[in-house]
């Protein structure tokens, strides 16, 4: 699916979805920040029928600040999410906007750690170029990957469910970034609800092993029987089925009515 992520503002939803836009990527950050997505944008969104995807940067390069900063960032973004209505079971993403280094991914990881020790790692996930969300994801330090095209030399993590693959681009007449979306769970909200499973088919009943070669015709009998004779059938009708079936002379089982009706002759022809 087609997204748009932006920071300053508001937008028009209607004007993004009549583009074709089907979610947007919205921010966390400082309180106080014009670009914090608020609780009023978060309702007008939803009501436009886009899904929200969250993401905390303040700066570029605070993932840097290891552990402590990680706690920090996460605690603030969870503030600022609840009082948005993000549900606590939905992801937030957190930016590393700048080209990480593998001698930087040692204070990177120690970030997420921190992230994680206050959203869990399942809400934990990652923004930035190909290197670090493979790191972050080989280290199993996040369960969300939002990958940009920046930093990222032409390759893409399979991983990642979401990406961001153009930026700088007038949509629904606003400077946008373009991102497409990996998969039908990318941290979105709300997260659709898959559609109920179709009633299956009752399962055959299966006939009983080692029958005998007298109950298993009987067992077909019945099956024949109840396709053309819906209702019950009475007990006695079995006895005399099976008594005519064998062919034996022996005398009729006392049960079964000395006059049989028309109907049971029907049926029996049915069954042979």
């Known amino acids: 699916m087609l997204g748009v992520d ?90 590393v906007d700048f080209d990480c280094t593998p001698a930087a991914q040692v204070y990177v990881n120690a970030y997420f750690v921190g992230v994680a020790s206050v959203l869990g790692h399942r809400r934990t996930g990652a923004y930035g170029g190909y290197w670090v969300i493979k790191r972050l994801f080989d280290n199993h330090l996040i369960s969300y990957g939002w990958q940009t095209a920046a930093w990222s030399g032409g390759q893409w993590d399979p991983r990642a469910c979401l990406r961001q693959y153009d930026f700088d681009k007038t949509f629904g007449g606003l400077q946008v970034d373009l991102n497409e979306s990996i998969g039908t769970d990318f941290g979105q909200w709300p997260l659709p609800v898959a559609p109920a499973p179709k009633p299956s088919d009752p399962a055959p009943h299966p006939e009983p092993k080692n029958q005998s070669p007298f109950t298993r015709p009987v067992a077909a009998a019945h099956r024949a029987v109840r396709k053309v004779w819906p209702q019950p059938v009475p007990a006695w009708f079995w006895r005399w089925a099976e008594w005519r079936r064998r062919g034996r002379p022996a005398p009729r089982p006392s049960t079964v009515p000395r006059v049989i009706p028309p109907w049971a002759w029907v049926r029996l022809a049915a069954m042979s």
């Open 6 to 95: 932006y920071a300053s503002g508001t937008r028009d939803a209607a004007k993004l979805v009549a583009d074709g836009a089907h979610f947007v990527c919205r921010y966390f950050s400082t309180p106080g920040n014009p670009k914090n997505l608020t609780a009023t944008e978060a309702q007008a969104l939803h009501h436009a029928g886009l899904h929200i995807v969250t993401v905390f940067e303040n700066r570029a390069d605070d993932a840097l600040g290891g552990h402590a900063a990680g706690v920090r960032d996460a605690q603030l973004a969870l503030g600022q999410a609840r009082a948005c209505g993000l549900p606590d079971d939905r992801p937030i993403f957190f930016a």
